[in-house]
């Protein structure tokens, strides 16, 4: 453990020597790297989660669908997992997706 003091003056340079040693450590032995491409990939995906989720809304009929799922869901007539799946599909019938 490391004590520093603005006001006395006094082991400010130790400090600063042992997080200048832990980003060197860091960058050596790759975590940076690692960590990076790890934010890279997880932000790639809640991107393309807000497009996906964009372009949903941007379909008139497509709102239709949903609210009528979500008061599928709401009476328990639908699962969540059958009415996320439906919505799936009829957003795949909204862009003209033929999966077969």
């Not at 491409?37 to 393309?48: A, C, G, L, R």
């Not at 941007?58 to 669908?65: F, N, S, Y």
């Amino acid at each position: 453990m490391l004590s520093a003091s603005a006001h006395a003056g006094t082991g400010i340079a130790e400090v600063w020597e042992t997080v200048l040693a832990f980003d060197k450590h860091i960058h050596d032995n790759g975590f940076i790297t690692a960590n990076r491409s790890k934010q890279n990939i997880s932000w790639m995906h809640e991107y393309f989660d807000l497009l996906i989720k964009n372009d949903l809304q941007g379909l008139p009929r497509l709102r239709e669908v949903v609210q009528e799922l979500e008061r599928g869901v709401v009476g328990q007539e639908l699962s969540p997992y059958a009415a996320a799946a439906a919505m799936l599909r009829a957003y795949h019938e909204a862009v003209g997706v033929n999966l077969r």
